[in-house]
C-alpha cells in the first residue's frame, strides 16, 4: 500500500481512503488484502470498546460530565482508536484475516507467510513439555488413602448421623473425631475433649462451655449453617464483628430488645472445626476488656455464666439461669466422661 492511502486509512472520518483500496487491488492485491484485513480488525476492536463502555455505563449514571455531546466525542474518540490500534500490528487478527482470503485471491504471494503459520494445524505443530507432577507418586498415595478412608468411615455411619454432624475433621485428615448429636449425653460425649483442652490452656471451665454451646444450638441441633448448607462450626453465637477477618454466615435471629424477643438479621463467624470454635471462644472473651469479670471466675463456673450475661454475652434476661440448669441437670458429672463411651 502506498504512503498517501496508508494516511487515508488511519483517520476513520477518511471514508475516501476505502475507495483507494478498490484502486489499488487493480495493481497491488497483496497490499489491499492487508488493508482489508486492518480494516476488518479495526471494525472488531470497535466493537470489543464498545461492550465495555456498555458494561460501564451504570457506573457513569449521575455523573456531572456525562451529557449526549461527551457521549459522542466518546464515540467518535473510540472509533480513531480502533482504527490505531489495527494500523499497526494490531491484535494479531488482521493477519489471521488475511491468511485465510489470501487463499482465494490469485496475485498475492502467499509462500511468505508459509514459514509464520502452517496452512493445517495438528498436534505436531504443538512443543512438548515433561510432565513434572508437583508430588512425588508415594506422597499422592499416601493422600489418596487418607481420603478414601474417611469416605469408608462416612459410608460406615450411614444415616444415623446428620451430614453437618458425621464427622467432624478437627486437626486435618491425620485426626478423625467422630461426632454425635443425636442425644445430650452424645454431645457432652463429641465436644468434651476440646472442651478440656481449653480448660486446660485457659482455666475456663469445660462444664459451663459445654452448657453455653448446648444451649446456643439446641443441643448441635440447631447449629448456624451457611449459605450453601455446610456448617459454621460455631457453637457459641459468637457474631462476626468488622475487625473478624475470617469466614461468616448471615442469619435470622432472636435478640431481646426492652424485654421484647425480635427477629434480627446477623452475621456470625464461622470456623472451619469444632476444636477452633472452643479456641476463638476463649480468645474471644480474653480479648475483650468487657468480659474481664467471667475470665475473673473461670474457678466458679456459675458465677461466670452470671458475669457473661451481666457483661452482655446476650440480650436474653434468663441466659446465666439456662446455662446453670443445663450445667446442673446435664454435666455435673462431666470429669467422668468416658469420650470411647459416654458417662461411666
Not at 486492518?38 to 472488531?44: A, D, G, P, R
Not at 451504570?58 to 490500534?85: I, P, R, T, W
Not at 457483661?311 to 458429672?333: H, L, V
Amino acid at each position: 500500500m502506498n504512503t498517501v492511502n496508508s494516511s487515508k486509512l488511519n483517520d476513520y472520518n477518511n471514508l475516501s481512503g476505502l475507495q483507494s483500496i478498490k484502486y489499488q487491488a487493480k495493481s497491488d492485491k497483496a497490499g489491499a488484502l492487508d488493508a482489508v484485513a486492518k480494516q476488518f480488525e479495526s471494525v472488531f476492536v470497535s466493537m470489543m470498546i464498545k461492550s465495555m463502555r456498555d458494561a460501564n455505563k451504570g457506573f457513569s449514571e449521575g455523573n456531572l460530565l456525562q451529557s449526549s455531546e461527551s457521549d459522542s466525542y466518546q464515540q467518535m474518540f473510540d472509533s480513531q482508536l480502533a482504527v490505531s490500534l489495527s494500523s499497526g500490528n494490531g491484535i494479531g487478527l488482521a493477519e489471521v484475516i488475511k491468511r485465510q482470503l489470501s487463499k482465494g485471491v490469485s496475485g498475492t504471494d502467499d509462500k511468505s507467510n508459509t514459514s509464520q503459520a502452517p496452512s493445517s494445524f495438528s498436534l505436531e505443530n504443538y512443543s512438548r513439555k515433561a510432565f513434572s507432577p508437583r508430588f512425588n507418586a508415594e506422597e499422592m498415595q499416601q493422600t489418596i488413602a487418607k481420603i478414601e478412608s474417611s469416605v469408608h468411615e462416612l459410608k460406615t455411619l450411614g444415616g444415623s448421623v446428620s451430614k453437618e454432624t458425621a464427622l467432624n475433621m478437627s486437626e486435618g485428615l491425620g485426626e478423625k473425631r467422630e461426632i454425635d448429636f443425636s442425644n445430650p449425653d452424645k454431645f457432652i460425649q463429641s465436644l468434651y475433649p476440646y472442651a478440656k483442652d481449653v480448660e486446660q490452656d485457659t482455666g475456663i471451665d469445660a462444664r459451663v462451655m459445654l452448657a453455653q454451646s448446648a444451649l446456643e444450638t439446641g443441643w448441635g441441633k440447631h447449629q448456624i449453617l451457611k449459605q450453601d448448607g455446610s456448617p459454621s462450626f460455631n457453637l457459641f453465637g459468637i457474631k462476626a464483628q468488622s475487625d473478624w477477618e475470617g469466614d461468616s454466615a448471615e442469619i435470622t435471629t432472636t435478640e431481646y430488645r426492652g424485654g421484647l424477643a425480635m427477629k434480627e438479621q446477623a452475621n456470625f463467624r464461622s470456623y472451619s472445626s469444632y476444636g477452633e470454635s472452643f479456641k476463638d471462644y476463649a480468645k474471644f472473651l480474653q480479648g475483650n476488656e468487657r468480659y474481664q469479670s467471667a475470665i475473673d471466675n473461670v474457678d466458679n463456673p456459675k458465677a461466670f455464666a452470671m458475669a457473661l450475661q451481666d457483661s452482655g454475652y446476650a440480650t436474653d434476661p434468663e441466659y446465666a439461669n439456662k446455662i446453670n440448669r443445663i450445667m446442673d441437670r446435664y454435666i455435673s458429672d462431666v470429669e467422668k466422661v468416658d469420650v470411647t463411651g459416654g458417662l461411666k
